[in-house]
């Protein structure tokens, strides 16, 4: 591993750069603390160092704070658009039917969730309750929306997942914690008069951004992953 200087990182380097991605998850309750514009416009700037097709850098970021994170919050919750009911008119981010291995592993982390904060298996109001909590970024003090031009094509997107990750990371090494949220998607036509976003960018998702409050349990969910080599085939 290489330092921006294209020097060799040293082991106290590397496990900079392993705990910061390590450590990421999804933050799913937050501090009212807030962030400096200053730190969010270095994430923003670090983040872009991303790799993308011939330079392309496919992303276009909506930040929203204060009132301008209350008005998003108003525009979703108050549409009258149950998540049910919300439809994947622009890009489709699940499978239409789960099959396995990704069946299981949703079914997972949604009852460990619901486990952690004492929501029961058909208690749907309560689920329904704490699905909205994503259009509020959780109480974060930031929320972001992110739109890719829709004449781009799936290239584009996988830069853009890189971009995203980037954000994260660099998040982490300021001590802040990230929840990532395709769940804006379907709300694109709510979205779109409050933050002025043009007819031809495709909402990718949402993303919180803030400090964590650690006393809440859902902040104590840690997902599994499948070991390495159940997914990796080696050919020497």
């Known amino acids: 591993m290489l330092s921006p200087d294209n020097k060799p990182l040293g082991l106290d380097d590397t496990a900079v750069v392993d705990e910061a991605i390590l450590s990421r998850r999804s933050i799913r309750a937050f501090l009212p603390e807030p962030v400096e514009r200053s730190v969010l416009r270095e994430i923003l700037a670090v983040a ?4 993308s097709g011939t330079n392309m850098q496919p992303w276009r970021v909506y930040v929203v704070t204060g009132a301008a994170r209350q008005a998003v919050a108003d525009a979703v919750l108050k549409c009258g658009i149950r998540v049910e009911k919300a439809k994947w008119d622009e890009y489709r981010y699940y499978p239409d ?13 949604g ?3 619901y486990g952690a904060l004492g929501i029961a298996k058909r208690d749907v109001d309560q689920m329904r309750a704490q699905h909205d909590r994503n259009f509020t970024f959780f109480d974060a003090p930031v929320g972001m929306i992110f739109t890719i031009d829709r004449r781009l094509n799936a290239g584009s997107w996988i830069d853009y997942g890189m971009f995203l990750e980037n954000i994260m990371i660099a998040a982490r090494a300021r001590g802040l914690h990230t929840c990532p949220q395709a769940a804006f998607a379907p709300y694109h036509n709510q979205l779109r008069p409050v933050l002025g976003i043009p007819p031809e960018e495709v ?3 949402g993303m919180a951004l803030g400090y964590e409050d650690t006393s809440k349990p859902e902040n104590d969910l840690r997902t599994d992953r499948a070991p390495v080599d159940e997914w990796t085939t080696f050919h020497d």
């Open 111 to 113: 009852f460990d969730l």
């Open 203 to 205: 909402v990718i998702c």
């Open 97 to 109: 039917k789960f099959f396995e291995p990704y069946l299981s592993r949703r079914r997972k982390v």
């Open 48 to 51: 872009s160092r991303a790799p």
